[in-house]
């Protein structure tokens, strides 16, 4: 357990559906973070969160949309996905940006 | 930004020191030096950081000479339970988005 949870941890969806992936942090930490990890790739950043401002968003599909209501969740809303979308979702949290990162577990999204 | 190159995958047994090596020639003068391990279908979890000589602590070793252009992590006595990728990151002005993550090395634990 790092303290970092992430619901749900499988998702299947059509490509017109809309669902929303959750991040909750119990560590107290600042700054949060959506990467994506697809099969054999590296982790890619999509989004950073700090003191509930974006401050990175690396040229990520409008597909994908951040939403960080509170310090402590992280929401990554999708809408209208492709199939190469397929992917592990992985959220991180720190006490800063330049601080150590704790993951969480990851949501696996599978797009049909 | 500074890039890693790490091997692809090792090899070995239940018992064993296994020591990785990432080679970073362009890290800069702030740059400093992370290593996290991932299990399959979970996230990466940090392990160790550094930014010269040597750290020690309670799961691993890294070693870095003077000339910072590589890092060697060394985990002593191996277990089944460390097959993972482990990953080297290499910090560009000290700030988490500024990170490139490669494909990190494949370590399989034999028993």
């Known amino acids: 357990e790092t303290g970092v949870t992430q619901t749900p941890r499988h998702l299947v969806m059509g490509m017109t559906n809309k669902k929303s992936l959750k991040c909750e942090q119990h560590l107290g930490h600042n700054a949060m973070y959506w990467y994506k990890q697809s099969a054999k790739k590296p982790l890619e950043l999509m989004f950073v969160?700090?003191?509930?401002?974006?401050?990175e968003n690396n040229s990520v599909p409008s597909r994908f949309s951040p939403e960080c209501p509170n310090s402590s969740h992280l929401f990554l809303h999708l809408h209208t996905l492709q199939p190469e979308d397929s992917a592990l979702y992985l959220c991180?949290?720190?006490?800063?940006?330049?601080?150590?990162?704790?993951f969480g577990p990851g949501t696996r999204l599978t797009v049909l | 930004l500074a890039k890693t190159t790490q091997p692809i995958s090792m090899d070995s047994y239940e018992g064993q020191e296994v020591n990785i090596t990432c080679s970073h020639n362009n890290i800069a003068t702030n740059d400093y030096i992370t290593w996290y391990q991932q299990f399959p279908s979970q996230g990466p979890r940090f392990i160790i950081q550094g930014y010269k000589t040597k750290v020690t602590n309670e799961v691993a070793s890294l070693f870095i000479p003077a000339d910072r252009k590589s890092s060697t992590l060394s985990l002593p006595r191996v277990s089944l339970s460390d097959t993972a990728v482990y990953y080297c990151l290499v910090g560009e002005s000290n700030s988490n988005y500024q990170l490139i993550w490669g494909a990190g090395t494949k370590l399989i634990i034999k028993p």
């Open positions: 969160y700090s003191l509930e401002e974006r401050v």
């Open positions: 991180a949290s720190s006490p800063g940006t330049t601080d150590t990162q704790y």
